[in-house]
């Protein structure tokens, strides 16, 4: 049986999310009542935010690495990252870690096209809306990423960080990043917003409008992990 290996941290509420929604998603795929092994390593989210508002990727990357190395020596076969922010630096991650990685983007990115969609909304703090990488991944395979205007964008950083990763979770900030949403839909064509930080999932899960799908990052990644887990 593999061992799953999660940093999390990144931050606290949806680690907590990932741990259940493994559990649940293992216990669902098995017959036999067991649980599947996990190691979680919590980092220093406010070390990482001062990195990377500071543009010090390095250091950031640095820490990350020495994060998967504790996973690695608590037995874990492979890993993921809780988060999409820290996806910003996942290719150099990825160069240097000791265990395979599975990408929150790669996951989402291949969930989009099994639904056949092209043209895609993305939330998700400023360093991921502002960041290539997204971009990146999904145009490899000819689907176009859409991001929120800069004072959208501005807001939706600002709740991020002020609410969501607090645990605070307002039905005044619920209704603003819908119509923000909206919006993106109306005058951006886009068929689907991905909700690109896994605290968005939790003031959003449930308020999924029927003409706007929603691609939870936190599940797809946790199918993702799952899959590998039985493999």
Not at 165 to 188: C, H, S, W, Y
Request: charged share 25%; proline share 4%.
């Amino acid at each position: 049986m593999k061992t799953v290996g999660i940093i999390g941290g990144i931050g606290p509420e949806s680690t907590i999310e990932y741990y259940r929604f493994i559990i649940e998603g293992y216990r669902a795929r098995t017959t036999d009542g067991s649980y599947p092994p996990i190691v979680i390593n919590s980092v220093d989210l406010n070390k990482l935010l001062s990195w990377m508002n500071a543009n010090q990727l390095d250091e950031f990357t640095d820490y990350l690495v020495a994060a998967i190395e504790k996973l690695a020596c608590a037995g874990a076969h492979f890993a993921a990252l809780a988060a999409n922010t820290p996806h910003v630096v996942f290719d150099r991650i990825r160069e240097r870690s000791q265990l395979p990685l599975i990408s929150i983007v790669e996951a989402t990115r291949d969930k989009a096209c099994d639904l056949g969609l092209k043209r895609l909304g993305l939330f998700g703090t400023r360093f991921t809306m502002q960041s290539p990488f997204y971009r990146d991944v999904f145009t490899d395979v000819g689907l176009t990423i859409v991001v929120p205007n800069e004072k959208e964008q501005a807001f939706i950083h600002e709740k991020y960080f002020a609410e969501l990763v607090n645990n605070i979770f307002l039905p005044e900030t619920r209704q603003r990043l819908l119509a923000i949403g909206e919006r993106m839909k109306r005058e951006d064509g886009i068929e689907a917003l991905i909700l690109g930080g896994t605290e968005l999932t939790l003031i959003l899960r449930q308020a999924e409008a029927d003409d706007l799908p929603f691609l939870d990052t936190t599940r797809i990644h946790v199918d993702r992990i799952v899959e590998e887990l039985l493999s």
